[in-house]
């Protein structure tokens, strides 16, 4: 069971981030404002499923959560290549190793067993990708994009959390074998 602080936690990261979104959606390009709206989405489907799986997965959940998880793949997928239409390359790094990110969760959501068995080779992956998500941040300090900067670090600390679940669910897994 979650401890009530890291709840309200959580609920302070997504409200947080509802704002960042509805920033770039306001003031942002085309790309940045679908990203926002289609990371939001996929995080919060990401902690449905991580923290209520048992009545998530219901069969008429499942199917939603699968429609919905499509349209904000395709929409993550459209605005990262639009950040590299666009020449944002920094965006585009960005949106690329994010996109491996989720890829690396979906497995290990969905197979937790076998990552229970290469759990090195997993914790290597995450680390690199994190760490490479990590540097972004202070070079958009540096070119003094400060909202991109902060909006990077809140993403990072998001998705640590849903991490935190993951890993919940793999050991529990692991422990039934």
């Known amino acids: 069971m979650a401890l009530p602080w890291f709840s309200w936690f959580k609920i302070a990261v997504f409200a947080l981030l509802a704002c960042n979104a509805l920033v770039f959606m306001l003031a942002g390009t085309a790309s940045e404002a679908l990203d926002a709206a289609a990371w939001l989405i996929l995080l919060a489907l990401f902690e449905l499923e991580t923290s209520f799986g048992d009545r998530f997965g219901q069969r008429h959940w499942a199917t939603i959560n699968r429609a919905v998880r499509l349209a904000a793949t395709v929409a993550i997928g459209a605005a990262a290549v639009g950040y590299v239409y666009e020449h944002a390359w920094l965006d585009a790094v960005n949106a690329w190793l994010w996109i491996a990110v989720v890829v690396l969760l979906e497995f290990e ?11 090195t080779a997993f914790s290597a992956a995450a680390a690199a990708l994190y760490t490479g ?3 972004v941040i202070p070079v ?3 070119r003094g994009e400060w909202f991109d900067a902060y909006d990077a670090l809140l993403w990072l600390i998001a998705f640590a959390t849903i991490e935190i679940n993951v890993l919940r669910i793999s050991r529990a897994e692991a422990s039934r074998v």
Do not use: I, T
Not at 109 to 116: C, F, S, Y
């Open 140 to 142: 958009w300090a540096w």
């Open 133 to 135: 998500l990590a540097a």
């Open 109 to 119: 959501v969905r197979h937790p067993r076998a990552v229970g068995r290469h759990r």
